[in-house]
């Protein structure tokens, strides 16, 4: 009898060989980052749970280090400040924790990488429209079909599985695959 584990692999590994048709995507993904990144403009990520823990990750990878040490690159994750979150809640709705924080923070020529493994996150979805609205490019890390965040994003990377944990762990696989893209396209490693 499979353990869960095995069971888990085996379903992890049956979906990673159906992304293959994501690597265009997941590289124009990365140019788009990287220009906006060359030019002076900033990464700035969001997403519920899950996919808020995803945001900081790939954020702290780019502030931080990938591959090797190089220069700091300029990315945020818009969940990691509890008083802008309970703030923005309190006052306005969950709804808003994130576009408010893009309109404050976001100019023309920055990029918004918004994670939603159903791409029917609501506040997700008013981040990516205020993004729109100042001319910030908009990348979806979504699952499933996409849902609504599909047609909003300029690229939109979509995970087609049903599972939300398969999904988070191929996002992290494509989030990781966009930070050495970036490094690469900039000529940090």
């Known amino acids: 009898m499979s353990t869960l584990f095995l069971n888990n692999l085996a379903e ?19 140019s788009l980052a990287a220009q906006s990144l060359q030019s002076g403009g900033k990464l700035m990520f969001c997403g519920n749970g899950g996919s808020a823990a995803d945001s900081q990750h790939l954020a702290a990878e780019l502030t931080g280090r990938f591959i090797k ?16 979150l309970t703030c923005i809640g309190n006052d306005y709705s969950f709804e808003e924790v994130f576009a408010r924080q893009v309109q404050g ?8 990488v918004g994670i939603s493994t159903s791409g029917n996150s609501r506040n997700v979805i008013r981040a990516v429209e205020e993004a729109r609205a100042l001319g910030v ?25 049903q599972v939300t944990a398969r999904i988070q762990e191929s996002h992290i696989l494509i989030g990781h695959t966009l930070c050495g893209l970036i490094e690469q396209q900039l000529g940090l490693v």
Do not use: W
């Not at 590994?13 to 994501?22: P, R, V």
């Not at 079909?145 to 599909?150: S, Y």
């Open 137 to 161: 490019s908009v990348i979806g890390l979504l699952g499933r079909d996409g849902g609504a965040l599909r047609e909003l994003c300029d690229v939109a990377i979509v995970v087609p599985s």
């Open 105 to 112: 923070l976001g100019r023309a020529g920055d990029v918004l």
């Open 12 to 30: 992890q590994a049956a979906l990673l060989q159906t992304l293959q048709h994501l690597d265009a995507v997941v590289s124009h993904a990365a």
């Open 69 to 84: 040490d190089r220069k700091p690159l300029a990315a945020l994750a818009l969940s990691t400040d509890t008083s802008a």
